[in-house]
């Protein structure tokens, strides 16, 4: 900018204060031109009432419309995460007492997590999900009864994804229904199909991959699975995460993985269906 050094107002020019509500329009609109409809799609995250934990960052709305599938090691595009974030996600439950323990561990550091919930796990033990949709977290579906749907006859394959999505909604609010109220699905295994995947989208369903995976089906201490973990997780700098809240090693290592994020600079973001759009009037 130039400047102007006169002791003498400049009359040929108006007030600098003159300009300021041009200025202040013009950054709006290049604001709101230069904002991503991802970032845009996102709110900060309640703040955690106990200081030093790790806490939630942002809630990040996911749309099928932008986002039909997600996770680098199944598909080409992920979640718009910035570098050192996070999204915790937990396959295979409910499944006491293992499911309890990972609950807790994140209530301790308020973070918030999906769950991809098997139906007949669901079915039976309904209190454990309504605990996990009571404390906040993302519930979503991951088949009936966990079959390679890749093995089976395509019909099979969609009564196996209805009858988990019923289950859940069935325990969460009373009606068994294939529609979900939260539009999330991982395939167990990845083992998705091109029929199967046109399906869902269809449907207006996300499907989930992951980023990176603690491997947490193989036999292992919780010391070795934080190694694994944390040492993927350096070298990503981001991502989805699975791990499986059914398996005790990493029930009992999670506390520890938790302290890992705080103390290291990870920010956790918590994922959420985006609202329908609403209707345009006149």
């Not at 396959?91 to 308020?110: F, H, I, N, R, Y």
């Not at 919780?222 to 090693?249: S, W, Y």
């Not at 993985?257 to 609403?278: S, T």
Request: aromatic residues 6%; proline residues 9%; glycine residues 6%.
């Amino acid at each position: 900018m130039r400047s102007y050094n006169s002791s003498r107002p400049d009359l040929s020019r108006p007030p600098a204060s003159a300009w300021l509500p041009v200025i202040m329009i013009c950054l709006a609109l290049i604001g709101q031109a230069s904002i991503s409809p991802a970032l845009a799609a996102t709110a900060h995250a309640a703040p955690c009432p106990r200081p030093g934990t790790l806490g939630t960052s942002r809630v990040l709305s996911v749309d099928v419309t932008t986002t039909p599938r997600v996770g680098l090691q199944s598909f080409p595009e992920t979640l718009p995460l910035a570098d050192h974030e996070v999204v915790l996600t937990f396959d295979d439950g409910p499944w006491p007492p293992t499911t309890s323990k990972v609950l807790s561990a994140l209530a301790q550091e308020c973070v918030r997590a999906t769950y991809f919930l098997i139906g007949e796990h669901v079915a039976e033990h309904p209190e454990i999900v309504r605990r996990i949709a009571a404390e906040g977290h993302t519930v979503a579906t991951h088949t009936w009864s966990h079959p390679n749907l890749m093995q089976i006859k395509h019909e099979q394959a969609i009564e196996q994804i209805d009858h988990g999505i019923s289950a859940l909604e069935t325990v969460l609010h009373g009606t068994a229904t294939t529609t979900p109220t939260t539009p999330f699905f991982r395939f167990p295994g990845f083992q998705s199909t091109p029929a199967t995947l046109d399906l869902l989208q269809s449907r207006g369903i996300v499907v989930f991959g992951s980023d990176l995976w603690a491997s947490d089906w193989n036999k292992m201490t919780p010391k070795q699975e934080l190694k694994l973990v944390t040492d993927r997780l350096e070298a990503a700098g981001k991502g989805i995460i699975l791990f499986h809240d059914t398996k005790t090693h990493t029930a009992a290592m999670m506390p520890a993985f938790l302290r890992y994020l705080r103390d290291n600079g990870y920010h956790v973001v918590h994922v959420k269906p985006a609202e329908p759009a609403a209707p345009v009037t006149h």
